[in-house]
T-cell receptor
Framework: GAVVSQHPSRVICKSGTSVKIECRSL??????MFWYRQFPKQSLMLMAT?????????EQGVEKDKFLINHASLTLSTLTVTSAHPEDSSFYIC???????????FGPGTRLTVT | QKEVEQDPGPLSVPEGAIVSLNCTYS??????FMWYRQYSRKGPELLMY????GNKEDGRFTAQVDKSSKYISLFIRDSQPSESATYLC???????????FGQGTRLTINP
């Protein structure tokens, strides 16, 4: 149980375009979803926390107008990278949590390359 | 002072060795202590979690927490090459609802 999927697993886009990444909890209801970014050989950096039906809470330094997060249902959250630039190239990982449960279940990640 | 400190390695050991991984932390509010394993280009998977000082054993894995010293460890006995990965410590406090990760230690177990 507690499976989280992400789609796509890899995406290459041109500079200036937007990219949408989906995160789904397959066998449980995720009241809270988290989005992380991970650069090579570095740890996971939390970008934002989203609760179903509410606006996402962004970490300091993360541009909310650039990284649009939607958590419209208990099983789906999306991250849209708008007007992507090469410096946005990274590994994006989502995680999901049940209500009241500190434990997070991680997706397999999405590798974004902006050319 | 960083909230979490973890030696990034790399750490290389022979197959069958006992591996010791460590993290220190500074936030006294942390109540949950976790270890994740992350294979290359994959998401992290939870290995161990605990919320009290002392040892917790699960098969070949032992998690150790010393709250007074703000120090946690993960021991892997009889390590296997298939367990070569990056190991991340993570911390959480009940009020924050988010995890704080260490930098991760890259571990290679050589056949």
């Amino acid at each position: 149980g507690a499976v989280v999927s992400q789609h796509p697993s890899r995406v290459i886009c041109k500079s200036g375009t937007s990219v949408k990444i989906e995160c789904r909890s397959l066998d449980f209801q995720a009241t809270t979803m988290f989005w992380y970014r991970q650069f090579p050989k570095q740890s996971l950096m939390l970008m934002a926390t989203s609760n179903e039906g509410s606006k996402a809470t962004y970490e300091q330094g993360v541009e909310k107008d650039k990284f649009l997060i939607n958590h419209a249902s208990l099983t789906l959250s999306t991250l849209t990278v708008t007007s992507a630039h090469p410096e946005d190239s990274s590994f994006y990982i989502c995680s999901a949590s049940d209500s009241g449960d500190y434990e997070q279940y991680f997706g397999p990640g999405t590798r974004l390359t902006v050319t | 002072q960083k909230e979490v400190e973890q030696d990034p390695g790399p750490l290389s050991v022979p197959e069958g060795a006992i591996v010791s991984l460590n993290c220190t932390y500074s936030n006294s509010a942390f109540q949950y202590f976790m270890w994740y394993r992350q294979y290359s280009r994959k998401g992290p998977e939870l290995l161990m979690y605990t919320y009290s000082s002392g040892n917790k054993e699960d098969g070949r894995f032992t998690a150790q927490v010393d709250k007074s010293s703000k120090y946690i460890s993960l021991f892997i006995r009889d390590s296997q090459p298939s367990e070569s990965a990056t190991y991340l410590c993570a911390f959480s406090d009940p009020g924050a609802q988010k995890l704080v990760f260490g930098q991760g230690t890259r571990l290679t177990i050589n056949p």
